[in-house]
């Protein structure tokens, strides 16, 4: 099973709807940033969080992209980072 890496950004209004974001991405992906993440995952773990972040956000008022960078294992992604390092998510395993 082939896992690609992705970058989530998000923009939500309400902050009871931002929390239950942040909570869901912190089960996919490592945190960079206040609303940015980076997911190394399957199409069908990348299809099922698209699913779950679509029945949270309202879309008259929020907005989340997914930017797909390449092949986990594959991509050296080049990233200018000030202040804390920054290191490509690892491979991990995934308990269910």
């Known amino acids: 099973m082939s896992e690609h890496l992705y970058i989530v950004a998000y923009d939500i209004s309400c902050p009871k709807r931002w929390r ?3 909570k869901l991405m912190k089960g996919y992906g490592e945190w ?3 609303s940015v993440f980076q997911c190394r995952l399957s199409r069908q773990r990348h299809a099922e969080l698209v699913a779950l972040l679509d ?3 309202h879309h008259e008022h929020d907005h989340v992209v997914t930017m797909e960078v390449g092949l986990a294992d594959k991509i050296s992604p080049k ?3 000030l202040g804390k390092d920054y290191e490509p998510v690892a491979r991990e ?3 269910v």
């Open 79 to 81: 990233v200018t980072s």
């Open 93 to 95: 395993p995934v308990i």
């Open 20 to 22: 239950r974001v942040f």
């Open 55 to 57: 029945g949270i956000i």
């Open 32 to 34: 960079l940033q206040l």
